[in-house]
């Protein structure tokens, strides 16, 4: 059986969408709800890949970091996955009619305050898929095995950084694509990926996790408000 398959079968069971604190986004106004697409396909040896981007470098806010395509709520969106679509089809071409849909997981809590929620969707004919990309956004494309997100093996590093009086943790993996185009995937994205590859695969990364990321500090910091 494909990744992709038992991927449909285990997130139908473990990722229910509005579970795991989708409430939170709910709530929130459209100006503070944001989305992204964690968009996976078999890979050539069975493996689970994952679609990223690098933000193109005219834009105002982290120009050239590495994305999940994924962007903030229009008013026009139904919901959170209406979003995450719409994003991926202005900024790589990816058409929503082949995308499956199958959860949402947690909302992560961005930089720049935003709540985030990382949709997940299966694209079962990559054959299909011919990417246009966005250049006022997105200026390179490629995909990487979801499950690198969970091993140190001399991809992965991690960077203590500071809010306030509070530390956190960056994680940042570095990557070589199939063209030889070498990629840093940290921050928001990578924290992202970190969750959703252990949710998967159903095991803990091999890394150290004592401190928490950006968005676990704020989600602890809120709840004592």
Same mark, same amino acid.
């Given at each position: ?19 795991? !604190? ?41 120009? !050239? ?27 790589? !071409? ?132």
């Amino acid at each position: 059986m494909a990744e992709c398959e038992i991927l449909h079968d285990r997130l139908k069971e473990k990722l229910i969408a509005g579970e795991n !604190g989708i409430h939170h986004s709910a709530v929130l106004p459209r100006n503070k709800r944001a989305a992204v697409l964690i968009c996976l396909f078999d890979g050539k040896e069975g493996e689970l890949r994952v679609i990223l981007t690098r933000r193109s470098m005219k834009l105002s806010s982290h120009p !050239g970091d590495v994305a999940l395509p994924g962007g903030k709520m229009d008013e026009g969106d139904a919901d959170d996955s209406a979003t995450a679509l719409r994003e991926a089809m202005e900024e790589i !071409g990816l058409m929503p009619n082949l995308v499956q849909v199958v959860a949402n997981l947690e909302p992560f809590i961005s930089s720049n305050l935003l709540s985030v929620v990382p949709v997940v969707g299966l694209l079962s004919k990559v054959e299909e898929f011919d990417p246009a990309l966005n250049e006022d956004e997105v200026d390179a494309i490629f995909d990487a095995p979801l499950e690198m997100f969970l091993k140190e093996d001399g991809r992965h590093r991690c960077e203590e950084k500071q809010w306030g009086k509070w530390k956190y943790a960056c994680h940042l993996f570095d990557f070589e694509s199939d063209e030889g185009r070498n990629f840093i995937i940290g921050g928001l994205t990578a924290s992202i990926l970190i969750q959703a590859a252990s949710i998967i695969y159903q095991k803990s990364p091999s890394f150290n996790q004592n401190l928490p990321d950006f968005s676990q500090l704020q989600w602890a910091l809120n709840s004592t408000i």
